[in-house]
């Protein structure tokens, strides 16, 4: 199925991509997964080839490409595996807070090196003991002498191995009430001295997507280094969060088209009974309830994306599609994984690495009880 928004074009670049990745991701995506990040290297290829960011403006090194690109790129890379989100969250979630807060000079400071792969973003809202509750996080700035004196630990940052710019939000007013009043943003350049990495964190999946702690020990950071106002942080936020969302969507739908795919050939495939696996009543029926499902949840994000595409408000639309595509991501997993049998539980099989990579999808980018809590908000429930 393709979305409406998709035209020539984005079918001309899919194309070019897929071959891209098939020569410079998918014979290494296991070796990457082993060695616990994507190397620099990729990066940079990216970057030639005018993945990263190409909507950003042309004065600032990208195309001006609208987020058709993203969706092709974002579902393309999720093909090759959901370890490659980190790209994701630099092209679609992390610069375009740099588009949209800038100031014209940040942007002719940080925007070109973010196209060629020079520079790697993340972003740091969350901490040990804030998650969802981001008006409580601890980090603070404190302006002194012309810069800002950052103190606190984050937690749970993709990206935070490798990434030279982070996108930190921490309190330049602690005492604010309320305490999302006091929040900003402030980009944070890895040489600051007292930014030290914490430790990389091992987690069941995801495994070739850096994830790390970040330590802030009286780091200076130049006032040229705020993001837009002070104390507009939890603001810019809210706006951007959107983005994040539905980009959390898009991947849990291709993954969810990929794990069929290998499904079907897979039952095609295996033999029991003498018969094909394919040929079972139960194998048909749990492929066709898990197609139906995943074809609604696409036409609905594709919806999504039109509207977001065309500038309207799609707090509720995308809290939805972010919620329920990742529960069905998990959903399909599972199921996927039953039909494969025993091989669906070695390494060897993709679909091993695909169960444990998709139900972090419901828990970042917002949990899903959080868009649950933002739907109920929106139809009037209090
Ligand atoms: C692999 C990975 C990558 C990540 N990348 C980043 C990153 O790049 N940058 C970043 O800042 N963060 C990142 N995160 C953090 C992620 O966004 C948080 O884990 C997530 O927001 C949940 O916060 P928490 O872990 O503190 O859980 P908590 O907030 O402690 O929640 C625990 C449970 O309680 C539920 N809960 C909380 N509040 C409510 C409520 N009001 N109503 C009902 N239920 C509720 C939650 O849904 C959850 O089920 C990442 C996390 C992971 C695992």
């Known amino acids: 199925m393709k979305g409406p928004y998709i035209t020539e074009e984005h079918e001309i670049l899919r194309k070019s991509l897929r071959k891209f990745l098939e020569k ?14 994507v190397p620099r290297g990729f990066w940079k290829k990216l970057g ?37 989100i980190g ?57 002194k002498e012309g810069a800002y004196i950052l103190n ?40 600051t001295p007292g930014f030290l990495s914490g430790k990389k964190l091992e987690k069941i999946g995801l495994h070739s997507q850096d994830t790390s702690e970040l330590i802030f020990e009286d780091a200076k950071v130049p006032k040229r280094n705020l993001l837009g106002q002070q104390g507009e942080g939890f603001y810019y936020l809210m706006n951007q969060l959107q983005q994040e969302r539905l980009i959390v969507g898009i991947g849990a739908i291709a993954a969810c088209e990929r794990m069929l795919e ?26 066709a309830e898990l197609q139906t499902e995943v074809n609604i949840g696409r036409t609905f994000l594709d919806r999504t994306i039109e509207s977001h595409m065309q500038g309207e408000d799609v707090v509720k639309e995308v809290s ?36 444990r990579d998709a139900p972090v999808t419901a828990i970042y980018a917002g949990s899903n009880e959080i868009m649950k809590t933002i739907i109920a908000k929106k139809i009037g429930l209090r």
């Open 24 to 37: 410079e991701a998918y014979p290494f995506y296991n070796e990457w997964e082993k060695a616990g990040k």
């Open 48 to 84: 030639e080839q005018g993945y990263l960011c190409p909507w950003v403006g042309e004065e600032y090194g990208g195309f001006g490409a609208d987020f058709g690109y993203s969706v092709v790129l974002n579902e393309e890379l999720e093909k090759v595996g959901t370890g490659l």
């Open 87 to 143: 790209v994701g969250l630099h092209n679609d979630i992390v610069v375009p807070y740099l588009e949209a807060y800038g100031t014209d000079e940040q942007k002719k400071r940080w925007l070109p090196k973010c196209t060629t792969g020079e520079c790697i973003t993340a972003i740091a809202m969350t901490e040990p003991g804030a998650g969802s509750d981001l008006a409580s996080i601890r980090t603070t700035a404190i302006e």
């Open 152 to 191: 606190g630990e984050k937690t749970f940052i993709t990206n935070g191995i490798q990434a030279d710019l982070v996108i930190v939000v921490c309190k330049t007013d602690p005492k604010a009430v309320p305490p999302h009043k006091g929040i900003s943003l402030l980009v944070v350049e890895r040489d």
């Open 262 to 287: 290998l499904t079907i050939d897979y039952v095609k495939e295996r033999k029991a009974f003498g018969r094909s696996i394919a040929s079972f009543q139960n194998t048909q029926f749990k492929i």
């Open 320 to 355: 939805m599609a972010k919620w329920w595509t990742t529960d069905l991501v998990k959903k399909v997993a599972v199921e996927c994984m039953q039909l494969h049998g025993g091989y669906g539980y070695m390494e060897e099989y993709e679909i091993a690495r695909r169960f």
